[in-house]
């Protein structure tokens, strides 16, 4: 099972305890996934479909509860689903406008809304209860291991500014964008997929996703360490080898027995340990010296060795 599959599958078990709530998932489920159009008869008939049997449940669920309808389920294989199942429902009757008006899809006239209905999202609860219908209706979630990508798709512009809208009521931002026949609302946030998931009760998905980003920044945290510290041996090697090379040209134009004590004892001791540390080499030292004063020793070695070399 995809990602956002399992996602859609844990918020289609959700089951708001107010019926305001359950009626506006269930208007947004509709508005995204439903379809509007004259049957015979100029009878007007409902007509949803979807990829998720979860969602197709539990839209068939919801219009049961709140409007005792019994809408016809199909089931068919879809091509552009790659053989996958597609779910149907099919509802007419009498009653439909009815329903349809107390869902927010049609107004008082009957005539079609395109964007999120005032009165069905006024609580916030109703508001978060939407906002779940919408992601079960056209919404998408990338894998918690994948760049963050958050979306809503939508056939009417006017629903997704509504949605943009109703977004920015709980804090978060999205923006909006066209494609084709399509509006999407989106985000790239990462801050802003785990609080849109939080807000709409996927929990499961949330604590994947916080758990892939605590690895993905402990995974970054050791990659840098490492890189840092691979530079600094890198560095620390090719200052011993300058080292060792200064000293080769002392030995060999004034002789190590010719320096002063203390630059004697700082150069034998690199050419017995070529490897060792700056502090390392303090630490051999009778007394020991700080890594600072090694250091000055060495850069006094190696202006006596650019000396010898322009002598």
Same mark, same amino acid.
């Given at each position: 099972m995809s990602h956002i599959s399992e996602v859609k599958e844990e918020l289609a078990r959700i089951w708001a305890s107010k019926r305001c709530c359950r009626l506006a998932e269930l208007s947004a489920l509709l508005h995204l996934e439903g379809s509007l159009h004259l049957g015979s008869g100029e009878r007007l008939v409902l007509h949803t479909e979807s990829?998720? %049997? %979860?969602? %197709?449940?539990?839209?068939?669920?919801?219009?049961?509860?709140?409007?005792? *309808?019994?809408?016809?389920?199909?089931?068919?294989? @879809?091509?552009?689903? $790659?053989? !996958?199942?597609?779910?149907?429902?099919?509802?007419?009757?009498?009653?439909?406008?009815? &329903?349809?008006?107390?869902?927010?899809?049609?107004?008082? /006239?009957?005539?079609p809304v395109l964007g999120v209905p005032p009165r069905v999202v006024r609580r916030r609860c109703c508001g978060i209860s939407y906002l779940r219908g919408a992601f079960l209706g056209g919404g998408y979630v990338s894998r918690p291991d994948l760049p963050a990508h958050l979306e809503i798709n939508t056939q009417y512009r006017e629903m997704a500014q509504g949605l943009v809208g109703l977004l920015e009521r709980y804090g978060i931002r999205a923006q909006l964008t066209e494609r084709r026949y399509m509006s999407t609302l989106y985000s790239k946030s990462r801050s802003v997929q785990a609080d849109f998931l939080a807000l709409v009760g996927a929990h499961e998905a949330l604590l994947r996703l916080q758990s892939e980003s605590v690895l993905r920044e402990l995974r970054e945290n050791v990659n840098r360490r490492v890189n840092s510290e691979t530079a600094n041996l890198e560095k620390a090697v090719k200052a011993a080898q300058r080292q060792l090379r200064d000293i080769?040209?002392?030995?060999?134009?004034?002789?190590? #027995?010719?320096?002063? $004590?203390?630059?004697?004892? &700082?150069?034998? *001791?690199?050419?017995? !340990?070529? #490897? @060792? /540390?700056?502090?390392?080499?303090?630490?051999?030292? !009778?007394?020991?010296? /700080?890594?600072?004063?090694?250091? !000055?020793?060495m850069r006094r070695l190696s202006r006596m060795a650019s000396e010898a070399e322009r002598a």
């Open positions: 990829e998720n %049997a %979860a969602v %197709a449940r539990k839209m068939f669920r919801l219009l049961k509860e709140l409007f005792s *309808l019994s809408p016809e389920l199909r089931v068919e294989r @879809a091509p552009r689903l $790659r053989g !996958h199942n597609c779910y149907q429902l099919v509802l007419s009757g009498e009653g439909l406008p009815q &329903v349809l008006n107390e869902l927010g899809l049609l107004d008082d /006239s009957l005539l080769r040209i002392l030995v060999d134009s004034v002789g190590l #027995e010719n320096l002063p $004590r203390s630059l004697r004892s &700082v150069a034998e *001791l690199r050419l017995q !340990h070529p #490897e @060792a /540390s700056l502090k390392e080499l303090g630490d051999l030292m !009778h007394p020991a010296l /700080s890594k600072s004063a090694v250091y !000055h020793r």
